[in-house]
């Protein structure tokens, strides 16, 4: 049985990532020419202003029915939608606005996104930075911040991710953490240390904005001000993880070709307009520049480049289940699909199952 | 101070857009704005080493490919993160239809 792996940004992953050439690297693209690409990379403001005027419009509307039929069963709906519109909702808009690329105009895009990672549980400055490096190195290990499914999987864990737990109070224990002393070692891996300050700034008001409803529901000895703040990412944070986990879930690691680590998955309009059609993630990790509205057009592009989309959320569960469990006795094993006759091949270098590259 | 060094000629560069050019041993980015008038940068993201060029140009700002950092192409400034660090620019002219870059 393959030894676990030390996932640690500052352990001997990282040192080997770094020295077999993994970290910041070359990845492969599709190629597009380059007056198609810059029509997908155009920016507007009609698609997110509209989409987000019925996102907190419908938390608004959902958020009062909630207190008005406060004590009564009437108050279960209203919670179940607001519950996932905060919950769940707040991560496609905190990933696109980090981003910049869901509005043309920039201090939309910071608006939401500070809104976004409040209801996250994400310090906007340390995850701004996570993300980049998740960027430039995704899915490697020792190098990315964000890999949610090692090896080998905790799956007790994941399911508990669904409600929540640990998942939330972990959050913000690390919002706390940074509210006191700054980012950690493994965090400042990959935050500049001319950061810290907003680091701090962004934990300091989160945490406190946090105690405040606490505070009010202590004072009112009512749950109802966490299940208007707070709550909703344990109660309504599980369509998040289940479209999240299957961006990478079950893929390869320590590879240069996003169309190995990660997973286009056709899903219903309402979990793609939930998910911000963050389905379409190979597409998003190839070409991040180009806007979640435009994702549809370039998958429709590039598909005969990437391997086949999981054509439902049950199958793409089927495929990366069955990884994740025969992950727990063999941690080098991932689900490898068929490239489609005439795509580029694998850029073969660095995702055997057996053989990770030795150090020299 | 430098040679003016011929990049292309001015209807190889869209307006709004950012070609590629390297030049003994380095590279450059050049620039049109939506006026047609030309700019110059260093060619990489002072961020991770990655070319300018494949990253879209929105008014006076050059976004890049890799992790959306902005930079003005017209003063360097760098204006989002994880772009910190200020881009080098260099003079860039029209002469006789072709764009010229002082480098
Ligand atoms: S490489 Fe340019 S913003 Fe990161």
């Not at chain 1, 992953?13 to 770094?18: K, P, S």
């Not at chain 1, 693209?29 to 989409?51: E, F, Q, S, W």
């Not at chain 2, 961020?47 to 490919?65: N, T, Y």
């Amino acid at each position: 049985m393959t030894p676990a792996r030390d996932y640690s940004l500052i352990g001997p992953e990282r040192d080997r990532a770094i020295a077999v050439g993994l970290a910041s690297a070359e990845w492969y693209h599709t190629d597009v020419p380059r007056k198609i690409m810059k029509g997908l990379m155009r920016r507007n403001d009609g698609a997110a202003t509209r989409d987000t005027i019925l996102w907190l419009g419908l938390l608004l509307l959902t958020g009062i029915g909630g207190v008005a039929t406060w004590g009564t069963w009437w108050a279960v709906p209203f919670f179940l939608v607001y519950g996932v519109l905060y919950g769940s909702a707040c991560d496609s808009r905190w990933h696109e606005c980090g981003h910049g690329t869901a509005f043309k105009t920039q201090w939309k895009n910071d608006w939401v996104y500070a809104l976004a990672s409040f209801m996250v549980l994400r310090n906007p400055v340390a995850w701004r930075w996570s993300h980049a490096r998740h960027h430039t190195d995704t899915i490697i290990v020792g190098r990315d911040p964000e890999i949610t499914v090692m090896r080998p999987p905790d799956i007790a864990r994941k399911a508990l991710a669904f409600i929540g737990i640990p998942d939330a109070f972990q959050h913000f224990g690390v919002l706390v953490r940074q509210a006191i002393s700054g980012p950690n070692a493994e965090e400042a891996d990959y935050i500049p240390e001319s950061e810290v300050t907003k680091v701090m700034f962004w934990a300091r008001l989160f945490v406190g904005l946090h105690l405040v409803a606490l505070l009010l529901a202590l004072l009112t000895w009512s749950v109802l001000p966490l299940m208007l703040i707070g709550g909703p990412r344990i109660y309504g944070t599980w369509h998040m993880v289940l479209v999240g986990l299957l961006q990478h879930g079950g893929l390869a690691e320590d590879v240069l070709d996003h169309r190995l680590n990660s997973r286009t998955v056709y899903m219903n309009p309402v979990s793609r307009w939930l998910y911000w059609n963050m389905n379409y993630h190979v597409e998003h990790h190839m070409f991040p520049m180009v806007p979640y509205h435009a994702l549809p057009a370039l998958h429709e592009l590039i598909k005969d480049d990437l391997p086949p989309a999981n054509p439902s959320i049950p199958h793409a569960y089927a495929e990366m289940i069955a990884a994740v469990l025969r992950q727990r006795t063999e941690p080098g094993y991932f689900a490898r699909r068929a490239l489609p006759p005439g795509a580029k091949p694998y850029v073969e270098a660095f995702h055997t199952e057996t053989s990770l590259p030795e150090a020299s | 101070m430098s040679e003016w060094v011929d990049v292309c000629a001015i209807g190889e560069i869209e307006e709004e857009d950012v070609i590629r050019f390297d030049h003994v041993g380095r590279t450059f980015a050049v620039y049109r704005d939506e006026d047609g008038t030309p700019f110059c940068t260093d060619g990489l993201c002072t961020h991770e080493q990655v070319h300018l060029a494949d990253g879209l140009v929105l008014d006076d700002e050059i976004e890049c490919p890799k992790h959306n950092g902005r930079f003005n192409y017209k003063t360097g400034a760098a204006l989002r993160t994880p772009a910190c660090v200020a881009l080098t620019t260099y003079p860039a002219r029209i002469a006789e239809g072709r764009i010229q870059v002082q480098v």
